[in-house]
């Protein structure tokens, strides 16, 4: 059974390409103090544990990526949605020119409101012309009806239904993604709050300068006159 995870709340503000450089930048402080920083438990170990959350954070695909997907599955599905209900009317058509609009042959093919109807049950009515259409066939045949516009009607069809699966899968790969990158987004923030708290302990009262290479405020958000407003502004 699959079971959907509750999703974290993203705990930084900056933008994830901010959050790599943040890290990309402590571990570069690290790795140049890491004899100093040994004695607060920072080893070679831990920093390329760090790295690695921060390249699996990194490589992840990009929400743009993902969303042009999911317009693009959108689009696909929309345009052979218009393509079978064309389609669909003219196979159906073929009965209300022959015997009326009331007629029991014309009214089985159900293309009543077929510009609103959603995709599942334009799927299904797109079927039952299909279905109806070969039991009609010798009666229809004097009007144009043919086993390869049958065929066309039910390649359509098919088209449409993985259509419509592809756009859920679109949908979900998008969802999944955003709850995957905030988690190794959290995880890599809590790593770089971790590792910058270190480096201040370690030269808090020998070295100002090392001191202010861990602390990691974001610039971006500091107004004159103010303190820091990011969340690494307690860093």
């Not at 790599?20 to 070679?44: N, P, T, W």
């Not at 797109?126 to 516009?149: C, K, N, Q, Y």
Request: hydrophobic letters at 45%; proline letters at 2%.
């Amino acid at each position: 059974m699959n079971i959907m995870r509750k999703q974290e709340i993203r705990k930084y503000r900056v933008s994830d390409a901010n959050l790599v450089q943040k890290a990309d930048y402590i571990m570069g402080s690290a790795h140049r103090d890491l004899v100093e920083l040994s004695v607060f438990g920072v080893s070679a170990e831990m920093l390329a544990a760090v790295k690695e959350t921060r390249d699996h954070f990194s490589n992840l695909p990009a929400d743009v990526e993902l969303a042009a997907a999911l317009t693009l599955a959108s689009s696909l599905k929309r345009n052979k949605a218009r393509e079978l209900r064309v389609a669909a009317r003219k196979i159906a058509k073929r009965a209300q020119l022959k015997y009326g609009d009331s007629h029991i042959y014309f009214t089985m093919f159900g293309i009543n409101n077929l510009s609103r109807q959603k995709d599942q049950l334009l799927l299904l009515t797109a079927r039952e012309v299909v279905r109806v259409s070969g039991l009609f066939l010798p009666m229809l045949a004097s009007e144009g009806l043919t086993t390869d516009i049958i065929s066309e009607m039910n390649m359509l069809t098919i088209e449409f239904d993985q259509l419509i699966d592809k756009k859920i899968i679109a949908v979900n790969n998008r969802d999944q993604a955003v709850v995957e990158r905030v988690e190794a987004g959290n995880k890599l923030y809590a790593m770089i709050l971790n590792l910058g708290g270190k480096g201040k302990l370690c030269w808090e009262n020998s070295h100002p300068v090392k001191f202010s290479h861990y602390v990691l405020t974001d610039v971006s958000k500091v107004k004159k006159g103010n303190k820091p407003q990011g969340f690494f502004s307690n860093l």
